[in-house]
């Protein structure tokens, strides 16, 4: 009987009214160092974004990438999804236009630096062996985890193929660039 005792943690005893106030404030602090830290664009030019957007406006970190999301490749068009779980470019939106339903998408978050992607159909968004983006996958896999990339900026998305995402000249959404250029930078309204 005395030895099982011994696998009893002890602790201190805790009552009813009694709180412990020690982990919400390390928990504030550190909010308030990461939003003092993070120098992002003026409230003006987030108004004139949010303008020429519809509503939407363009994320600056890896902290405002939530819920529903756009991707804007070029001016003002967006990655469409289409019924057959491939992704091509929209039709340019004129200034005051949001993005359309069907280039909405959901971003959820999986680790600290990787995102995944769940389109209008209820698939996430994914790339196949030859580096297209397809939307077809009914659960998150290392295919489907995707990485924002900041860099004085700009933004690309890097896929799980390790291949940036941008556009072919057929209008398919594609990732097969391990670098990123011009062609690779999107805007996420």
Known sequence: MADSYNFVKSSKLKLKGEKSSHKKHKKKKRKRDREADSAGPSVDELR??????????SVENFDQIKNNIAIELGNSSYVMAMDTGLFTLGAPHADG??????EQLTAIV?????IALKSGYG????????GVVIGRAEAIGPREQWEPVFQEGKMALLAGNSCFVSCNDSGD????TKTAGDGEMIKVP
């Open 123 to 130: 698939k996430y968004l994914g790339v196949n062996s030859d």
């Open 110 to 114: 999986v680790s600290e630096t990787k």
């Open 48 to 57: 004139q974004d949010q303008e020429l957007h519809g509503g939407w406006w």
């Open 97 to 102: 236009e949001g993005p359309d339903p069907t």
């Open 173 to 176: 959404i594609v990732a097969t």
